[in-house]
């Protein structure tokens, strides 16, 4: 019996899942996934962004062109979820699901940290084509750390930007 599955955000979790499931259950599995953007872009992209290395039109890299075979893609903004039905609710109608499956990522909260505004960040696209500009300004009061970060046996450098109330 074919299994109507939603996923909803077409993120790194979304779009593993949906290849996954396109790859080995396209028989036995309908799968729709939505997400409010028309592209994917990755994490590691926005530290170009932000180090004026590219543009954040040049990261994007947009679903039409590579979501897999027997998945459904939808660009919508989801607005509510019910667990009980497994109803999924969208700026534009409403989605049924035998298996709902959230990979709706983290953002942040600007308002939760006083002084914190989306030109402060890199985690969003948006946040780090704004702090570029200021980089790129940039004369004092702030600085640049560098960590690594081990995933597996891979080594990737991890930029920590830490402004102080004077700077950035
Ligand atoms: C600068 C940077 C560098 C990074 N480097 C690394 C790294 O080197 N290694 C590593 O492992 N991780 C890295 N990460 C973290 C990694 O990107 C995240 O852990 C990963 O994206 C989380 O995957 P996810 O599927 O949970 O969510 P996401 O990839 O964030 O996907 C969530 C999706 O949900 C969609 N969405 C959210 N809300 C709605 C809504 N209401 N309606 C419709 N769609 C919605 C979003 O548009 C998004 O496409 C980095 C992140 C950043 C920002």
Known sequence: MTQRIVILG????????STILSEQAADVAEVTLIDRSDAF?????????????????????????????????????ITGIDPDTRRVTTTRGTYDADVLVVALGAA??????????????FYSVAGAAGLRERVAGFRSGS????RPVFIGTAFFRFSSLFASASGL
């Open 41 to 77: 872009v990755f994490g590691f992209s926005k530290l170009d962004v932000l180090f004026g290395r590219t543009t954040a039109d040049r990261v994007r890299l947009p679903y039409a062109e590579f979501v897999k075979p027997g998945v459904r893609f939808v660009q919508d903004t």
């Open 143 to 146: 600085a640049v750390s560098w």
């Open 10 to 17: 077409a993120g790194f979790g979304g779009l593993e899942l």
């Open 108 to 121: 942040y909260d600007h308002a939760a940290t006083p002084g914190l505004s989306v030109d402060d960040e």
